[in-house]
């Protein structure tokens, strides 16, 4: 039996869009995956209300409501209590209490490696589901 694949989606909330190009850019270069990159928390809570990611890859510094907060607004819906999402940052220290007080444990250290984002992305959101197809018939 082969392993279904299914396009995993990822929505990338990055301020800073050079960076945020470049995340969905090299997500959307993984098979399996497509990246959406939005730069305002609005534009992010607009995008939700479209599309359940399969996963939210959150800048905490974004301006306005910085991204613990767009988490906590997020959790707030029931559709998208389930989805995972992994942070960057360049202050993790900073925020650490805020990230243990939700049990947020997946955080990724800026100025950070791409190679980690990809392994973290693969870990959170398998672009391999879990079932598996029924053999073929011929």
């Keep these: ?3 279904l694949r299914r396009t995993r989606v990822v929505i990338v909330i990055e301020d800073d869009r050079p960076i945020g190009e470049l995340l969905a850019s090299v ?3 993984e098979d399996g995956y497509v990246a959406i990159h939005v730069s305002r928390p609005s534009d992010a809570l607009h995008a939700l209300q479209e599309v359940v990611p399969d996963l939210l ?3 905490v510094g974004l301006p306005g409501m910085n991204g613990i907060e767009l988490y906590d607004r997020i959790r707030q819906d029931d559709r ?3 989805v995972p999402v992994m942070f960057e940052t360049a202050w993790s220290q900073e925020y650490d209490r805020e990230f243990k007080r939700r049990g947020i444990t997946a955080v990724i250290q800026k100025p950070f490696d ?3 984002i990809l ?5 959170l959101a398998p672009a391999f589901a ?5 053999a073929r018939v011929n």
């Design 1 to 3: 039996m082969k392993p």
């Design 27 to 29: 997500i959307n270069d």
């Design 57 to 59: 890859l959150i800048d």
């Design 80 to 82: 998208l209590k389930r």
């Design 114 to 116: 791409l190679r980690d």
């Design 119 to 123: 392994k973290r992305v693969h870990q």
């Design 130 to 134: 879990p079932a598996f197809a029924p």
